[in-house]
């Protein structure tokens, strides 16, 4: 072929190779032929300099093969492939070019539907923040108060933690940030909540280093925190351990955060996991049907402070971010046993800040 030019709409976006001084990339169509494949969304081989229709004095083009390209039933443009005398086109390259022409439109296609998800996933951020516990930020405060008079340090430190958790939760305007970012709401969170409930919450993190600068989804690894010491354990008289691990492999974040907590059972696990939210709380078990025999109540977090389980960010929301942003195979896995603890872990994969 002599050249190949691409259009969008009326305009000519680039021409490489014979006629590029007068087929100019910027400019509108100049050819009738591709106004007619516009039009009719039909491919079009025409092998005459007549039939192409470009009114330019002397130019070299005299065969052309033009075909559409598609995003769902809309035509954006055109793949144009040009012969002239001493190097004619063929059927076998108008074949070829119609299964190009295909593969763009898959890929514009597929890059529409990677657009709407990214703008998806950025609206459930901003409606998992909107969703703050009031009942967390009330406690928070009287535990405030209540060290104003004994611990007036104390207290001045836990103001600055929780306005700094606030801070970071009422941020919208990332896409992603980096990890250490994420961990320090983890560690502002964790010091509200070990000055509410003391010893009974024991907590580790250990980062591997160079993963400090990772880029994570905002508002993913403190929920599921969260999580483990509000619904896993604090369901125990005498509290646990939460632990949290980050450390790379290859081009991929692995994340776990674990419990020694109240578990859960296996119906609990699969709600957090299903493709579709539902209203069941992260770690209380799910409703029984009506004709099933009554299970053992596990001590919910609930029980412990009177806050609601329906309030908050659940681990079913962080898993269902992780699909819709990267993908079903980054789903989290969820090891647990009632009275034994829950480990859940996930990928999130190299990502380039934006």
Partial sequence: MAAVALTG?????????????????????????????????????????????????????????????????????????????????DQTRFELAKGLADLFSTQIELEEIGIKNQLIARAEIRRLQAQINPHFLFNSLNTVASFCRTAPGQARDLILDLARYMRRNLDSSRGAIRLSEELEQVRSYLVIEQARFGDRIRADIDLAPGTADWLVPPLLIQPLVENSVRHGILAREEGGLVRLSAHAEGDHLLVTVEDDGAGMDDDTRNAILAPAASDLSPYAPPAAPPDSPPRPHLQTCADVTGESLNDGIGARNCNQRLVQMFGPSYAMRIDSEPGRGTRISFRIPRQQLQ
Avoid: W
């Avoid at 000519?12 to 100049?30: E, I, K, N, P, S």
């Avoid at 070299?60 to 005398?85: F, H, S």
């Fill in 9 to 89: 709409g009326d305009m000519v976006l680039a021409h490489v190779g014979a006629g590029a001084d007068h087929h100019l990339a910027g400019f509108h169509v100049r050819t009738m032929a591709t106004r007619k494949v516009a039009e009719t969304g039909e491919p079009l081989f025409v092998r005459d300099r007549e039939s192409i229709g470009c009114r330019q004095p002397g130019c070299p083009l005299t065969d052309a093969i033009i075909v559409p390209l598609r995003k769902g039933g809309q035509i954006l443009g055109c793949l144009k492939l040009y012969g002239t005398k001493n190097r004619p086109l």
